[in-house]
T-cell receptor
Framework: SQKIEQNSEALNIQEGKTATLTCNYT??????LQWYRQDPGRGPVFLLL?????KEKRKERLKVTFDTTLKQSLFHITASQPADSATYLC??????????????FGGGTRLMVKP | DGGITQSPKYLFRKEGQNVTLSCEQN?????MYWYRQDPGQGLRLIYY???????QKGDIAEGYSVSREKKESFPLTVTSAQKNPTAFYLC?????????????FGQGTRLTVV
């Protein structure tokens, strides 16, 4: 079966360091991969989308890589700040019920940035 | 302002009752979705709709029902057949069903069985 894995353990880092979160998937070749941020009690907010033919995408302090051979995406936050503390979800473009492709989400990784 | 609105924010249900969660969007999106999120867990798809008057079951549709009579609205009913309904429910929309567009989420409804 198709599977999307994110580290379920919280990632704790010191302010100013680079946070790296991992999204691994199996049994599928998605054309797109997205990353979202979710704060407690709120809905997820879109951050970045990367296509299968793109190796890397950047937006301000955020960087996403997409390795279709390893079936892995890495999400980096450079110069991290306490305000970056949140849960980060990856989502893959996956075929569902032969009705077309759509997003399926991983379980998310909680990031805690300490001052 | 364009966006997606869920109501109510908090909802309490007695055992055996049906409850309906509202989701409205003014983004002119064709696709709408309902997800369930349990504490410390990811999002699980309940139902999705690609177009008005059409909807499909997701991974955990049992005990839930939806309708899509208008493009803007996609209400979710949690029926008494859902044995463990306490969870955080999220509605989302996107321009199309394809994964090449971002999804916009509402602020969620927290449902508690009392």
């Amino acid at each position: 079966s198709q599977k999307i894995e994110q580290n379920s353990e919280a990632l704790n880092i010191q302010e100013g360091k680079t946070a790296t979160l991992t999204c691994n998937y199996t049994n599928y070749s998605p054309a797109y991969l997205q990353w979202y941020r979710q704060d407690p009690g709120r809905g997820p907010v879109f951050l970045l989308l990367i296509r299968e033919n793109e190796k890397e995408k950047r937006k301000e302090r955020l960087k996403v890589t997409f390795d279709t051979t390893l079936k892995q995406s890495l999400f980096h936050i450079t110069a991290s700040q306490p305000a970056d503390s949140a849960t980060y979800l990856c989502a893959l473009d996956i075929t569902l019920n032969n009705a077309g492709n759509m997003l399926t989400f991983g379980g998310g990784t909680r990031l805690m940035v300490k001052p | 302002d364009g966006g997606i609105t869920q109501s109510p924010k908090y909802l309490f249900r007695k055992e055996g009752q049906n409850v309906t969660l509202s989701c409205e969007q003014n983004l002119n999106h064709d696709a709408m979705y309902w997800y369930r999120q349990d504490p410390g867990q990811g999002l699980r798809l309940i139902y999705y709709s690609q177009i008005v008057n059409d909807f499909q079951k997701g991974d955990i549709a049992e005990g839930y029902s939806v309708s899509r009579e208008k493009k803007e609205s996609f209400p979710l009913t949690v029926t008494s057949a859902q044995k463990n309904p306490t969870a955080f429910y999220l509605c989302a929309s996107s321009p199309t069903l394809w994964g090449n567009t971002e999804a916009f989420f509402g602020q969620g409804t927290r449902l508690t069985v009392v």
